[in-house]
């Protein structure tokens, strides 16, 4: 894929959102992001190895999947690990206004429909790259389920330590089902006090029937001080044992042994 690449010249800094995290950022985001990448670390897919690529849904729209998705990016970044950031939610894209950056010359999809070479833009400081989407297609489901895309991931996921691909409500089209079963695991935005049960249930069974491996659920917006964690989350295991699991702060995660519902916190909206 390297001949395929461009990597644009002068680099963009990771400060166009006040909530994508830095090195100054709060202790208990920094830290629910570390623990979130660890654990996501010690995830395996089908095969039982460890996941590498991985795309970051939710249940509905204005979740936090995209702000969860560049700081999932930007936390294995920050721990020298080559990492790309690929906005595939062709739909409703985010990552450029996140980033307050300029867009590359050529997106994601105009690369996908053969207009030129993917430009990659740099983040200052740390081992980290982004696609951008660039133009909104007409068909967006039939290019992330191109032939030219599988490779693209396949491409990326030899050429990058980790690759984070941020796509659209898996509740709401079609695209993260598409793509869950070419990546190694899938992250599940929830916001607090809004994602429903049904919503959840929902989002987890898309991916099971796409054959797709959930690493677990990310819950946005917690209020920590009012959980006192207290908070608990129900899920069931592949043996149909119901289960109880309480966390303080942070994230669930699974793996492919399971099929979990976990609960994760990760302190923003």
Same mark, same amino acid.
């Given at each position: 894929m390297s001949h395929e690449l461009k990597r644009e010249s002068g680099h963009m800094r990771p400060a166009g959102d006040r909530k994508l995290l830095t090195y100054d950022s709060p202790f208990a985001i920094r @830290?629910?992001?570390? *623990? #979130? !990448?660890?654990?996501?670390?010690f995830c395996v897919n089908g095969d039982g190895d460890p996941c590498t690529t991985f795309l970051v849904t939710s249940g509905s729209p204005s979740d936090g999947k995209?702000?969860?998705?560049?700081?999932?990016a930007i936390s294995f970044a920050m721990l020298g690990k080559k990492t790309l950031l690929v906005d595939a939610d062709v739909r409703k894209p985010s990552q450029q206004r996140l980033w307050a %950056? !300029?867009? /590359?010359?050529?997106?994601?999809?105009?690369?996908? $429909?053969? #207009? %030129?070479?993917l430009g990659l833009a740099s983040i200052e400081g740390i081992p980290l790259e982004i696609a951008f989407c660039g133009v909104i297609p007409p068909n967006p489901s039939e290019l992330l389920s191109s032939t030219r895309m599988k490779r693209f991931l396949e491409a990326s996921r030899k050429a990058y330590d980790y690759v984070i691909v941020d796509t659209a409500p898996i509740n /709401?089209?079609?695209?993260?089902?598409? #793509?869950?079963?070419? $990546?190694? %695991?899938?992250?599940?935005?929830a916001l607090? +006090?809004?994602? /429903? !049960?049904? @919503? #959840?249930?929902?989002?987890?069974?898309?991916v099971n029937r796409a054959g797709g491996n959930l690493c677990g659920v990310v819950i946005n917006g917690m209020d920590m001080k009012a959980t006192k964690y207290s908070y608990r989350y129900k899920y069931e295991d592949k043996c149909g044992g119901a289960k109880d699991y309480g966390y303080?702060?942070?994230?669930?995660?699974?793996?492919?042994?399971? *099929? *979990?519902?976990? +609960? %994760? !916190?990760?302190?923003?909206?």
């Open positions: @830290e629910a992001y570390v *623990r #979130l !990448r660890t654990n996501l670390m995209s702000l969860t998705a560049a700081n999932t %950056g !300029r867009n /590359t010359s050529t997106g994601l999809c105009n690369y996908l $429909v053969g #207009l %030129g070479a /709401t089209v079609a695209d993260a089902q598409i #793509l869950s079963p070419l $990546v190694d %695991g899938v992250i599940l935005v607090s +006090q809004k994602s /429903t !049960r049904g @919503e #959840l249930n929902a989002a987890i069974d898309s303080g702060y942070g994230y669930g995660y699974g793996n492919s042994g399971h *099929r *979990r519902q976990a +609960q %994760g !916190r990760s302190g923003q909206s």
